[in-house]
């Protein structure tokens, strides 16, 4: 086995050739990040989508619940109102503030066709200076300018890894609601590139604003495990991490092949953090028939604080997703101090920069390798922890918000 130092070497090479972008995929326009708040736009009454927010938070979950919150403290004097109709449940664990509310709205027959006739009606009657659909959806009938955030492109691009309806309504609706909204927000430089080929967006229409770790991610002891997650799930002090949604494109299978390998010569455990997704069986089956599946422990979905002391005691943290449109749990893993290890794939050289070692995704001896690498090597493994600390607190909620307010600016025609 090559010494990992040098190994981690020739990955920030492979990392820097990968991250080097042509001036033509430049945003071409750049917010400000040093925007004074007395000129930004005051007064404005603006919409969110809350139907994210209806369910247990994951990804956009989360995005959407730091965005609206960054937003409401960035600028106290601007309305930020949280929408969806009352045929969702009542969101839970919401912290509202003077200026940032929920509204279950209530909706009829008609009005349950949210999209399409409840939101844009109630849009235009509340005088909505702005409309932000955070999870790929924006009014059809344009009542007020409208932003949304495009994510991925996943359901067109690796449709294998989706149930056909999630596909087919994809295909019809995400070229439809990109060309609608009047700004397209993406999170890497790698998905706007995406969005101009796929959907031939003019690139002076999509705005790259990155995403964050939570403030509840970092670095923390974990010496007394009693009460803990980890107690819970029979967690001892040597495990590899993964966390995510089990469905097929976070491509856990390959983890599990690649942890057969590394339990020949290691004892550590492998902990699977994420609650159960589409297409999932046959994970659960090739678990079920792994010679090493008593060193395997499933959590299911877990709440920050349990996923926090997962992210801060695990030796190994891996990621081996054959798509992303950003990829907040390496992140989120870095900002707790744990070593990294990820897909060599276009958003997450992007997000991890230098700081992780990149693996190409279906390589499973090549991951089983740099997994063992970091568990023999603690001092490899302390300075690639050290490095994403580094890089996580390049990111920040704050950020988010400040480039998200600039996008609104923009598309207001505001200076």
Avoid at 100 to 124: A, C, E, I, Q
Avoid at 253 to 270: C, G, M, P, R, Y
Avoid at 290 to 319: G, Q
Avoid at 369 to 384: C, F, K, R, V
Wanted: glycine share 6%.
């Amino acid at each position: 086995m090559p010494k990992l130092k040098d190994q981690s070497k020739a990955q920030s090479s492979k990392n820097k050739e990968l991250s080097q972008n042509p001036k033509d995929q430049r945003p071409a326009f750049v917010p400000n990040p040093h925007l004074r708040l007395e000129c930004q736009p005051k007064n404005m009454l603006i919409g969110i989508d809350g139907i994210p927010l209806a369910f247990p938070k994951t990804g956009v979950g989360h995005y959407t619940y730091e965005l609206a919150r960054g937003l409401s403290q960035l600028t106290p004097a601007n309305q930020f109102e949280i929408l969806y109709p009352s045929s969702f449940a009542p969101i839970k664990d919401f912290e509202e503030a003077s200026n940032l509310k929920t509204n279950r709205v209530p909706v009829g027959p008609v009005g349950r066709h949210w999209w399409s006739t409840g939101l844009p009606r109630y849009v235009s009657r509340e005088g909505f200076a702005l409309f932000h659909g955070t999870n790929y959806d924006v009014p059809l009938w344009r009542r007020c300018p409208t932003v949304v955030t495009v994510h991925d492109l996943s359901q067109l691009l690796f449709p294998e890894t989706h149930e056909k309806r999630s596909v087919k309504r994809a295909r019809l609706r995400l070229p439809l609601m990109a060309r609608t909204a009047d700004a397209v927000i993406v999170p890497t430089e790698a998905v706007r590139s995406e969005l101009q080929k796929n959907l031939g967006l003019v690139k002076e229409k999509v705005f790259v604003v990155p995403e964050a770790a939570r403030q509840i991610f970092k670095p923390v002891q974990f010496s007394v495990p009693t009460g803990t997650a980890r107690e819970r799930f029979g967690i001892g002090d040597d495990f590899i991490l993964t966390v995510g949604t089990l469905e097929p494109r976070k491509n856990i299978e390959t983890l599990v092949s690649a942890f057969e390998i590394v339990a020949k010569e290691n004892d550590a455990q492998l902990v699977i953090a994420g609650g159960r997704g589409w297409l999932s069986g046959p994970l659960f089956s090739q678990i079920a028939k792994s010679p090493v599946r008593h060193r395997i422990v499933l959590t299911e979905y877990l709440e920050d604080e349990d996923l926090r002391e997962l992210y801060c005691s695990c030796k190994v943290f891996v990621y081996p997703s054959l798509y992303e449109g950003f990829g907040l749990p390496p992140l989120e893993a870095m900002a707790c101090g744990a070593a990294v290890i990820a897909s060599r794939i276009p958003t997450l050289v992007e997000t991890t920069g230098d700081a992780a070692i990149l693996v190409e995704p279906k390589n499973i001896a090549e991951l089983a390798e740099a997994i063992l690498g970091l568990l023999s090597d603690t001092g490899a493994a302390e300075d690639l922890a050290k490095a994403g600390l580094e890089r996580a607190s390049q990111f920040s909620w704050y950020l988010t918000a400040l480039k998200t307010m600039a996008v609104y600016e923009h598309v207001l025609g505001i200076n």
